[in-house]
T-cell receptor, first 115, second 116 residues
Framework: AQKITQTQPGMFVQEKEAVTLDCTYD???????LFWYKQPSSGEMIFLIY??????QNATEGRYSLNFQKARKSANLVISASQLGDSAMYFC????????????FGKGTTLSVSS | DAGVTQSPTHLIKTRGQQVTLRCSPK?????VSWYQQALGQGPQFIFQ???????QRGNFPDRFSGHQFPNYSSELNVNALLLGDSALYLC???????????????FGNGTRLTVT
């Protein structure tokens, strides 16, 4: 079974609009961390935001927020006020404490922002 | 403050050859992980090095090996290259994760390996 599922291969949004990128995960480990990374065409993976399984509040980092719904096992990324520079591939990833330190990535969602 | 640096940026090799990829971690980081990213896919974990030892390994054959040096830099070696080894190889550095906190990975720009 897929550990990280990103069901949207591509998303299209206009500048200044908000967009939500979906991510669901599967784990039986009570202690885990969820990450979102952005990968522009240059290839570098850029860390955006982190949510721990025991965190009570949703994580926020500037224009990025993580909509963490633990019972549903979802960790959607919300980007507010999209910018042209947000066009990139976005990956959701998980680290399970029992599994060690490896990150498990989803297949990603391509976000295209138009003017 | 230099981030994670990888070399070379691009590499073309022939089937059966061997390749070495290099990585310098972000200043202050002591742990290096390597990931393989095939075209159109998410990265897959190869292995992680901490204190010059392989601490964890993903589902990759023994043809993939690595090393970490006292200055925390790392090498990834791939022997007997196959066409399927063509991918973007990403190095990531962090502080070694502890029970008290998680440390996000900081990635380099990657090495694009093409096997012909």
């Amino acid at each position: 079974a897929q550990k990280i599922t990103q069901t949207q291969p591509g998303m299209f949004v206009q500048e200044k609009e908000a967009v939500t990128l979906d991510c669901t995960y599967d784990t039986s480990d009570p202690s885990y961390g969820l990450f979102w990374y952005k990968q522009p065409s240059s290839g570098e993976m850029i860390f955006l935001i982190y949510q721990g399984s025991y965190d009570q509040q949703n994580a926020t980092e500037g224009r990025y927020s993580l909509n963490f719904q633990k019972a549903r096992k979802s960790a959607n990324l919300v980007i507010s006020a999209s910018q042209l520079g947000d066009s990139a591939m976005y990956f959701c990833a998980m680290r399970e404490q029992q599994a060690g330190t490896a990150l498990i990535f989803g297949k990603g969602t391509t976000l295209s922002v138009s003017s | 403050d230099a981030g994670v640096t990888q070399s070379p940026t691009h590499l073309i090799k022939t089937r059966g050859q061997q390749v070495t990829l290099r990585c310098s971690p972000k200043s202050g980081h002591d742990t290096v992980s390597w990931y393989q990213q095939a075209l159109g896919q998410g990265p897959q974990f190869i292995f992680q090095y901490y204190e010059e030892e392989e601490r964890q390994r993903g589902n990759f054959p023994d043809r993939f090996s690595g090393h970490q040096f006292p200055n925390y830099s790392s090498e990834l070696n791939v022997n007997a290259l196959l066409l399927g080894d063509s991918a973007l190889y990403l190095c990531a550095s962090s502080l070694f994760p502890t029970l008290s906190g998680d440390s996000p990975l900081h990635f380099g720009n990657g090495t694009r390996l093409t096997v012909t």
